[in-house]
């Protein structure tokens, strides 16, 4: 097997792995690098460009076993690798939860500092609803940002797709039974945000995390060549 | 190390490696060639396979790397950053006790 062909598969094997292009394009530098500097050594000691080839390929080792490896130092390098379940499963709705509140709290001491919540009772009623859609609009802009955020830190930091699938999967969770639901004004009241089980499903909840997921697997196939890996 | 038994030898790459990075920066080709001449051969290893523990030395924060281009190629160099030196004493300790309790068993009275 040429060098060429070894550092492609390490490239290769890191993109079907779900680590990012910039990673795997690093990697095949180093061992593109790597395999020159022991191909120069193997001429220096005698033997023919084809001999020395094949030696640097035998003393580098394994490529598709080099990428596992590679994504697994990825992965157990940090925190959020080590404990995937945790980062994966539960921070990301954690996240969410704590966010919207957050904003909501943020909002409600802001109101309150600007005396709006004193003659909230005289409020229009297109006051009251550019509220209500301001909420819904914080609350959707989480639901993208969160599952965005989380998958692109699970592709850096997690090293691969499982992470990507786990966030996916909570978040399917948290969009098929645990929901806010933010209700418009009508005469009868002043419009109210709950928290808790519901029986309706956001979509929205559940399309985000997976086209996250396949956005990101689009990008990397994208980066790969066309032609089937060679089996040795 | 050539036929030993890999959980014998946990932790020992990352000392031989986090040593020879306090010394000085290297790169990986370079890395390899210095843990052959110190170690006079002692290891045998897929060279390929000091790029995953340097890329979980950088992930983990003690080492950092920086790219420069020598005579039209370009290598990743790694050096040990302060917590790669403070983890280093740490294995450092943790070896010799290892060293002196097997010295204490192949003593006299054992031999």
Redesign the interface.
């Known amino acids: 097997m040429p060098e060429s062909s070894a550092t492609e598969r390490?490239r290769r094997a890191l993109l079907r792995l779900g680590l990012p292009a910039d990673y795997a394009s690093?990697?095949a530098?180093?061992?593109a690098?790597?395999l020159?500097?022991?191909r120069r050594e193997a001429i220096e000691k005698g033997l023919t460009p084809r001999g020395s080839e094949a030696y640097a390929v035998r003393?580098?080792?394994?490529?598709e076993?080099?990428a596992a490896?590679?994504a697994?130092?990825?992965k157990?390098?940090?925190w959020f690798?080590r404990h995937s379940l945790c980062s994966c499963f539960f921070l990301p709705v954690l996240t969410l939860v704590a966010a919207f509140l957050g904003a909501i709290v943020a909002a409600a001491l802001l109101g309150d500092w600007l005396g709006l919540w004193a003659k909230h009772l005289s409020w229009s009623r297109s006051t009251r609803l550019a509220v209500w859609w301001a909420l819904q609009l914080v609350y959707c802009g989480l639901l993208i940002v969160v599952p965005v955020f989380y998958c692109w830190l699970a592709r850096r930091?997690f090293g691969g797709w499982k992470g990507l699938l786990i966030i996916a999967g909570a978040f399917l969770l948290h969009g098929i039974f645990h929901t806010f639901t933010i209700s418009a004004p009508s005469a009868s009241q002043p419009g109210s945000v709950t928290w808790g089980c519901h029986t309706h499903i956001q979509a929205i909840a559940l399309l985000v995390p997976l086209a996250t997921v396949f956005l990101f697997w689009w990008a990397n196939r994208l980066k790969l060549p066309l032609e089937p890996l060679q089996v040795r | 190390m050539n036929g030993s038994n890999p959980s014998f030898l946990n932790g020992v790459p990352a000392l031989v490696v986090l040593k020879l990075l306090s010394v000085r920066e290297m790169y990986g080709y370079e890395l390899v060639k210095e843990i052959q001449r110190t170690t006079e051969g002692a290891f045998r290893f897929g060279e390929g396979s000091i790029y995953p523990l340097l890329h979980y030395f950088e992930q983990s924060g003690l080492v950092s790397s920086r790219r420069q281009e020598i005579n039209g190629r370009r290598r990743n160099y790694y050096r040990l950053t302060a917590r790669g030196r403070k983890r280093l004493a740490g294995l450092r300790g943790r070896w010799d006790a290892v060293i002196r309790g097997v010295n204490f068993v192949f003593r006299d009275q054992y031999a």
């Open positions: 390490v690093r990697a530098e180093e061992a690098g790597h020159e500097d022991l003393a580098f080792g394994d490529s076993d080099l490896r590679m697994e130092a990825v157990s390098g940090s690798g930091r």
